[in-house]
């Protein structure tokens, strides 16, 4: 099973910087990116909020000063100091984007990263967020599948076209169109409409902070509502993010319950933290490398 790295906990190195960070802001993401593919991660994942209610309430993950990045300038710095790890957004708001933006953004991230990006989208669930961005919380499903259709068009169409509700676009093109036909789409969401949307339009589903109870009820309810869509669960990649702590033991039982990639994050009180130093980061990211794992278990 592969091993993947969320690093929404990199960016509390950049709060209330240094001038030697203002100089430097993009340090961050080039240290772990580049220590992580030394390691043997086979991927990075940046997630995104565009902004956060203040004060913070439920269920808003961060605190509304927590500087979190792009994740797609992110994702970009690191393509830049890597050659070989997967790049992930882990994951993207979708109906709070420009789909005809976005479309562009991710084809030219997966060109310049020469086919590594895989686009990991959720539908959202912040009210203050989406109110923010002037996208209604209601229907927000539905919205998305319709953006991922016209970007679907505008990445493989010869003859890009789209008619929709949200969106409308014929006679245009939009190049380059991304190296990986298809460019590999993960959605996330705990949901039965989320899960039936991963099946439905999608190579993959994605769980966050799940323990092993709770990916074996996932799991199943993946394959109950596999079968009335037909949809092959062997070509289908199950993603999590592990709410535990991992040892071999709970690694190989991940990999027994049918997943296929597990992406580490720190735990949320860890992103809170004041000024986190990165050498903390990076000794998360070194204490839960595939490799020293793997040692272990032998």
């Known amino acids: 099973m592969s091993r993947g790295l969320a690093l929404a906990a990199i960016q509390r190195s950049l709060r209330r910087p240094s001038r030697a960070t203002l100089r430097r802001p993009a340090s961050s993401p080039r240290r772990i990116g580049a220590l992580a593919e030394s390691l043997g991660y086979d991927s990075l994942w940046m997630g995104e909020h565009v902004v956060a209610p203040r004060p913070r309430v439920a269920p808003s993950p961060i605190e509304p000063d927590y500087p979190i990045l792009d994740p797609l300038i992110a994702l970009a710095i690191m393509a830049a100091v890597t050659t ?39 539908v959202g669930y912040v009210h203050q967020e989406m109110r923010a961005v002037g996208v209604p919380i209601e229907g927000r ?62 190579e993959g589903w994605y769980g966050f902070l799940l323990d092993r109870a709770g990916v074996a009820t996932h799991v199943e309810a993946l394959r109950r509502e596999a079968d009335p869509l037909e949809r092959d669960l062997d070509d289908f990649s199950i993603v999590v993010t592990p709410s535990e702590r991992l040892d071999p033991d709970v690694v190989s039982d991940y990999e027994r319950l049918g997943v296929d990639r597990l992406v580490v994050c720190p735990g949320r009180s860890f992103w809170r933290r004041p000024d986190l130093p990165l050498d903390e980061v990076e000794a998360f990211v070194r204490a839960n490398a595939p490799g020293r794992l793997t040692a272990v278990a032998a």
């Open 141 to 202: 499903g539905a919205r998305a599948d319709e953006y991922l259709a016209a970007m679907r068009s505008l990445w493989s169409d010869e003859a890009p076209c789209f008619h929709g509700e949200h969106v409308d676009f014929e006679a245009v093109d939009a190049h380059p169109r991304p190296v990986q036909r298809p460019l590999p789409v993960i959605v996330s969401g705990h949901s039965r409409a989320a899960l039936r949307r991963a099946l439905r339009a999608a």
């Open 84 to 122: 070989d790890i997967r790049l992930a957004t882990g994951i993207v708001n979708l109906p709070q984007r420009n789909p005809v933006v976005l479309a562009k953004q991710l084809a030219s991230l997966d060109a310049l990263s020469e086919g590594r990006l895989t686009f990991g989208l959720g």
